[in-house]
Each structure stands twice: as structure tokens, then as C-alpha cells.
């Protein structure tokens, strides 16, 4: 006897909600900002907000439409932090761990947007 149809869509909607997410993730990765440059805030703008969290900025430089911040924290890691131009919310962000390897968290905290 042949499974309900119920049983036979379980596999595929799995399936389906498995590739849906995958866009999620690969975007985090891959922040692109789509900003009129009219809308942006000014470097000064992205300087003061490293700063104000304790950051020293070394570089800022634009990464597919996106504020790249390359700073120190008070360890001395190296930080990368992906910023929206127009929000300056923190869209990833990168800690430089003390064996070399990079730690991405590209779900910012709440104190972070």
C-alpha cells in the first residue's frame, strides 16, 4: 500500500526549508549594502562610532556598497566590522582570535545595531 501523501511531502518539505535558509547565510557572509551614496553618513560618522566602543581604527575603506572598519580592540585583536552606510548598523563583524584564525558573528547583538 503506498504512503498517504502526507508522509511522501515530509522529505521535500524538509528539503525546501533547508534551501530556503541557505540565502540567509551566504548573504550575511557576503554584505552588500544597495545605499545612495546621498544617504550615506560621513566617515567621521563611522570613526566616532568604532570609538565610542572602545575601538581604534586603523582603516575604513567601502566593500560592495558597504562601511569595511578595520580596527584594534583594548586586547589588540584586529577587528572587521561590516557597517550599513545610511544606519551604521553592524551587519557582520570579524575578531582576529590570538592563534590567527578569524571568528565571524554575523548575527550582531541588539547593542550592535
Known sequence: MPNPPRVRLLPALVALLALATLPHVAAA??????????DWQPRAAVQA???SRGLTVRHIKIDDGCYEVHALDAQGRDIELMLDPATLAVLSSEVEGQNGHGYRH???T????
Open 110 to 113: 541588539q547593542q550592535e545595531r
Open 106 to 108: 554575523d548575527t550582531p
Open 29 to 38: 557572509e557576503d554584505a552588500e549594502c544597495h545605499v545612495p551614496m546621498s
Open 49 to 51: 562610532l568604532a570609538e
